[in-house]
């Protein structure tokens, strides 16, 4: 197992989190029963469930073994399985990491939108990860959560790239689909990276058990030690 010392402060970050969101909560006057999470919980990932009839439960495999490599690669402590969230839960202003993927249409709802970018206002952030598909759709409703943001492509020598292991040319290319280079796209919130999005990289399905996309070795570690540095990007700071 690699050591971190630098992961010695997530725990201030994640109750720094979460109080901003609590006193979001307040002023805004959204009911919820979230709570503070204590220093010694596990790290959780919540996966959106969105409607429009997008499968947001594509590479049903891939997220409990990123945990699994993220644990034996890191002293990051994990959950096995990724936790499921509706954006519309209060549930959401809990989790400090979110994921989302898929193949076809991402609609939120407009109570979705406003409560998605209060998550964002108060520190949450967003891994999007296209599964050819979700594109067009999800900068669509990106559009209508953070109106003033555009996506720009995050700088190759940008910490994301650098946190635990080295991609000095940005994500790993896993699948072809269009034949475009794979892109790390960010969108930002007074100057605050909170949602990064991986396109044309296919990193769920680098993810995935080796027998559901039999990709050689190589690319699945490609796409886990991406995963892994985002994590670990994210609880370093997010700077």
């Known amino acids: 197992m690699i050591p971190i010392p630098a992961l010695a402060h997530k725990h201030l970050q994640s109750f720094t989190f979460i109080s901003s969101l609590l006193v ?11 709570q503070p999470i204590d220093g010694n919980d596990p790290f959780r990932i919540g996966r959106i469930k969105y409607g429009g009839g997008g499968d947001w439960y594509s590479n049903s495999s891939s997220l409990p073994n990123l945990l699994k490599f993220i644990r034996e690669q890191t002293d990051i402590r994990t959950v096995s399985e990724e936790d499921v969230i509706e954006l519309s839960n209060p549930r959401l202003f809990g989790m400090p990491y979110l994921y989302m993927n898929g193949h076809g249409n991402v609609h939120l709802t407009d109570r979705e939108v406003r409560q998605l970018r209060k998550y964002f206002v108060a520190g949450g952030f ?41 991609f000095p040319a940005g994500p ?68």
């Open 172 to 239: 790993p290319k896993i699948h072809e689909h269009d034949n475009k280079p794979a892109q790390g796209l960010g969108l930002f919130l007074d100057g605050k990276m909170v949602v990064y999005y991986t396109y044309q990289s296919d990193l769920g399905d680098g993810w995935e058990d080796p027998d559901v996309h039999k990709d050689p070795p190589a690319k699945r570690m490609a796409a886990l030690r991406m995963g892994c540095n985002i994590i670990v990007w994210r609880l370093r700071g997010g700077d």
């Open 126 to 166: 967003l891994h999007a990860d296209d599964n050819y598909g979700m594109d067009k759709s999800f900068r669509r409703e990106m559009k209508r959560v953070l109106p003033e943001a555009e996506f720009v492509e995050i700088p190759f020598n940008h910490p994301i790239y650098h946190s635990h292991f080295d």
């Open 24 to 34: 979001l909560l307040i002023l805004t006057n959204i009911e919820t029963h979230a």
